[in-house]
């Protein structure tokens, strides 16, 4: 690959389209320095020097400027750049991109600065990920972190762990290609080098989920049996008749997904109600596999009763399924829960009941009822029970007990995202740091049964094929149009 590829002239608005003190229109190619001087008020630019002139239609005057003359391969995009600092309002940036375009520029594609940054090597890859994280991020943690990921800390460690794989792969090939002067590498050499980059590469995994959070926000699954009010509360937080709500059990059947934008993006989703049994219809059966894989997906679970009936096997069973989660328990329908029932609540004598036979209970203190009585107070149908010091009666008819969650979840969403992270990665980074740990097991384990090396050499080269994926190395157009079709237009 040419350090300086051949390509067109491009050009783009560079801020936000809108009312501001400055826009900023690119250019970046060969005919950028041309094209600058047909629609300029100066010519002959010092490169390096900003300039202070008018941009020209013609002879008529559309906006009084600042130029950055850049020259490659000194720019972001390796070309030559030239950037005109207008004055920011909508029409102005406008006009003067029209003119740019007339006189020889094309309009950008999204992140086609940056694709040409990377083919002229500007930077790798996973930098410029990078720098569409940076633009996206949703908080300020997660634009820190990637940060870090611009200024190459991944690269760094990716280029680190392929090092060490390509050194243990040349004394494999050397010992292959010549057995008289090289002997091959001991086994307990590879077994202890394969090891360690599983180890590291690990290392790099750990902030996967953190970094799926802090990306994409974290996912909510709402569940409970039919009629609970799970509909209901998706619709309350998002404030939208988004589900349908009816009184008939069973009618959310598809898997309703909706992003909240608080503090931190959060996706809430509705699932079907989860039920076994034979009355389960087709279509309902479907929405509850969704629901299931729902709450794999899951990184928190509402899990919904109706507060007024209390809970029962069904409750129960469901709250099996969730039990390996982190979960907020909600008793919903406050309002519809008796003076009497109310009482018995804030006495709290079922609460240990209630926490004994709900998998996600601690150990049960001082108390003096029976089991054998517990479950029966339980499985009675209108007692109310708490289940957790932290449960939240709810009412998405008043609203009661509504803040109250909002602050739990977005207390919860917040110490997710706060999770400690070494190396944030995205899917597609992380997807092929897999396939090489995979690769590398198989060697590892190849190693240690004596395998030939011939074979084990097979393993350790589609390793680093993944590795050199994630720097951009070896990387086919598909990807690469995939990855910049994620940026904005003028990145
Ligand atoms: P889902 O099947 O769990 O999604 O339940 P829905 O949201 O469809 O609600 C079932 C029924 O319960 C509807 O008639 C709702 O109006 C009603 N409902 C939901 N939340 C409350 C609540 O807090 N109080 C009362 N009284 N009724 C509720």
């Given at each position: 690959?040419?350090?300086?590829?051949?390509?067109?002239?491009?050009?783009?608005?560079?801020?936000?389209?809108?009312?501001?003190?400055?826009?900023?229109?690119?250019?970046?190619?060969?005919?950028?320095?041309?094209?600058?001087?047909?629609?300029?008020?100066?010519?002959?630019?010092?490169?390096?020097?900003?300039?202070?002139?008018?941009?020209?239609?013609?002879?008529?005057?559309?906006?009084?400027?600042?130029?950055?003359?850049?020259?490659?391969?000194?720019?972001?995009?390796?070309?030559?750049?030239?950037?005109?600092?207008?004055?920011?309002?909508?029409?102005?940036?406008?006009?003067?991109?029209?003119?740019?375009?007339?006189?020889?520029?094309?309009?950008?594609?999204?992140?086609?600065?940056?694709?040409?940054?990377?083919?002229?090597?500007?930077?790798?890859?996973?930098?410029?990920?990078?720098?569409?994280?940076?633009?996206?991020?949703?908080?300020?943690?997660?634009?820190?972190?990637?940060?870090?990921?611009?200024?190459?800390?991944?690269?760094?460690?990716?280029?680190e762990i392929r090092e060490d794989i390509f050194q243990v792969l040349s004394k494999i090939v050397a010992?292959?290609?010549?057995?008289?002067?090289?002997?091959?590498?001991?086994?307990?050499?590879?077994?202890?080098?394969?090891?360690?980059?599983?180890?590291?590469?690990?290392?790099?995994?750990?902030?996967?989920?953190?970094?799926?959070?802090?990306?994409?926000?974290?996912?909510?699954?709402?569940?409970?049996?039919?009629?609970?009010?799970?509909?209901?509360?998706?619709?309350?937080?998002?404030?939208?008749?988004?589900?349908?709500?009816?009184?008939?059990?069973?009618?959310?059947?598809?898997?309703?997904?909706?992003?909240?934008?608080?503090?931190?993006?959060?996706?809430?989703?509705?699932?079907?109600?989860?039920?076994?049994?034979?009355?389960?219809?087709?279509?309902?059966?479907?929405?509850?596999?969704?629901?299931?894989?729902?709450?794999?997906?899951?990184?928190?679970v509402l899990f919904l009763y109706d507060a007024s009936q209390g809970l029962n096997e069904d409750d129960?069973?469901?709250?099996?399924?969730?039990?390996?989660?982190?979960?907020?328990?909600?008793?919903?329908?406050?309002?519809?829960?008796?003076?009497?029932?109310?009482?018995?609540?804030?006495?709290?004598?079922?609460?240990?009941?209630?926490?004994?036979?709900?998998?996600?209970?601690?150990?049960?203190?001082?108390?003096?009822?029976?089991?054998?009585?517990?479950?029966?107070?339980?499985?009675?149908?209108?007692?109310?029970?708490?289940?957790?010091?932290?449960?939240?009666?709810?009412?998405?008819?008043?609203?009661?007990?509504?803040?109250?969650?909002?602050?739990?979840?977005?207390?919860?969403?917040?110490?997710?995202?706060?999770?400690?992270?070494?190396?944030?990665?995205?899917?597609?980074?992380?997807?092929?740091?897999?396939?090489?740990?995979?690769?590398?097991?198989?060697?590892?384990?190849?190693?240690?049964?004596?395998?030939?090396?011939?074979?084990?050499?097979?393993?350790?080269?589609?390793?680093?094929?993944?590795?050199?994926?994630?720097?951009?190395?070896?990387?086919?157009?598909?990807?690469?149009?995939?990855?910049?079709?994620?940026?904005?237009?003028?990145?």
């Amino acid at each position: 690959m040419n350090i300086i590829q051949e390509f067109d002239t491009i050009t783009a608005i560079a801020t936000p389209i809108g009312t501001g003190g400055v826009g900023v229109i690119r250019i970046s190619g060969d005919k950028s320095f041309d094209i600058l001087d047909r629609i300029y008020s100066k010519h002959n630019l010092e490169i390096g020097k900003i300039s202070h002139g008018w941009i020209l239609d013609g002879d008529k005057k559309i906006d009084e400027v600042i130029i950055l003359p850049f020259k490659n391969p000194n720019s972001y995009t390796g070309e030559d750049v030239i950037e005109i600092h207008c004055h920011g309002g909508v029409n102005v940036v406008r006009n003067i991109l029209d003119v740019v375009l007339r006189n020889g520029a094309r309009m950008a594609e999204r992140g086609e600065f940056t694709k040409r940054a990377f083919l002229n090597k500007k930077m790798d890859l996973s930098q410029a990920e990078a720098v569409a994280d940076l633009i996206h991020a949703k908080t300020r943690d997660f634009a820190k972190q990637s940060a870090k990921n611009l200024s190459g800390v991944l690269s760094e460690k990716i280029k680190e762990i392929r090092e060490d794989i390509f050194q243990v792969l040349s004394k494999i090939v050397a010992g292959i290609d010549f057995p008289e002067d090289v002997k091959e590498p001991e086994y307990d050499y590879l077994i202890t080098e394969f090891e360690k980059a599983i180890e590291e590469i690990d290392k790099v995994l750990a902030g996967a989920n953190s970094s799926n959070i802090m990306r994409q926000g974290i996912k909510i699954a709402i569940v409970g049996k039919p009629n609970v009010g799970k509909s209901s509360l998706f619709n309350t937080l998002l404030n939208v008749e988004r589900a349908i709500v009816t009184d008939i059990a069973g009618t959310t059947r598809d898997v309703l997904k909706e992003t909240l934008d608080w503090d931190i993006a959060i996706t809430l989703i509705d699932t079907a109600g989860i039920r076994d049994g034979e009355e389960v219809g087709k279509v309902e059966e479907i929405g509850i596999e969704y629901s299931k894989q729902s709450v794999d997906e899951a990184d928190l679970v509402l899990f919904l009763y109706d507060a007024s009936q209390g809970l029962n096997e069904d409750d129960m069973a469901i709250l099996d399924l969730v039990k390996d989660k982190k979960c907020i328990v909600i008793g919903n329908k406050a309002d519809l829960i008796s003076e009497e029932q109310r009482a018995g609540r804030q006495e709290g004598r079922l609460f240990n009941a209630a926490k004994q036979l709900s998998s996600q209970a601690a150990k049960l203190d001082n108390d003096e009822i029976s089991q054998k009585q517990q479950t029966d107070m339980v499985l009675l149908p209108n007692r109310p029970i708490v289940l957790s010091p932290d449960e939240i009666l709810l009412s998405t008819i008043t609203k009661q007990g509504l803040d109250e969650l909002k602050s739990k979840i977005k207390e919860i969403a917040y110490n997710f995202s706060l999770e400690d992270m070494e190396f944030v990665t995205n899917n597609r980074q992380q997807d092929c740091l897999i396939k090489c740990r995979e690769s590398l097991s198989l060697a590892l384990e190849a190693s240690k049964n004596y395998e030939l090396q011939d074979l084990i050499s097979i393993d350790v080269k589609s390793a680093l094929l993944y590795l050199d994926e994630i720097t951009g190395e070896v990387i086919t157009d598909d990807i690469l149009n995939n990855i910049f079709d994620h940026f904005c237009i003028g990145k």
